[in-house]
Nanobody, 118 residues
Framework: QVQLVESGGGLVQTGESLRLSCVAS????????MGWYRQAPGKRREEVAV??????????NYAASVQGRFTISKNGPEKTLFLQMNDLKPDDTAVYYC?????????WGQGTQVTVST
């Protein structure tokens, strides 16, 4: 059973930055994809940034709303995925979830809250 543990959320002001981390219980190169989703109150969970093709190194894909502000990266030896979030906006307020896929199995972390005040 794969376990994912997120950290790094918090309360920031508009324009500030945060860096989220997700530590996996297994080697991240066993995953087909790995990334970040978010869910704001009353809204559906949405994809934020995902690395596809992890065994080949991982190719980043970003939601249009975060393109140019967020950067997804990984540290294989530390089994960690990161999300660097710059120029945060109130619309970025949500619970951020780490996600990993192994073939048809999807795994989720418990989530970390990000709140951006005006």
């Amino acid at each position: 059973q794969v376990q994912l543990v997120e950290s790094g959320g918090g309360l920031v002001q508009t324009g500030e930055s945060l860096r989220l981390s997700c530590v996996a219980s297994e080697s991240i190169f066993l995953f087909n994809d790995m990334g970040w989703y978010r869910q704001a109150p009353g809204k559906r969970r949405e994809e934020v940034a995902v690395l596809t093709g992890m065994p080949s190194g991982g190719r980043p894909n970003y939601a249009a709303s975060v393109q140019g502000r967020f950067t997804i990266s990984k540290n294989g030896p530390e089994k960690t995925l990161f999300l660097q979030m710059n120029d945060l906006k109130p619309d970025d307020t949500a619970v951020y979830y780490c996600y990993a896929r192994v073939l048809s199995r999807k795994y989720w972390g418990q989530g970390t809250q990000v709140t951006v005040s005006t």
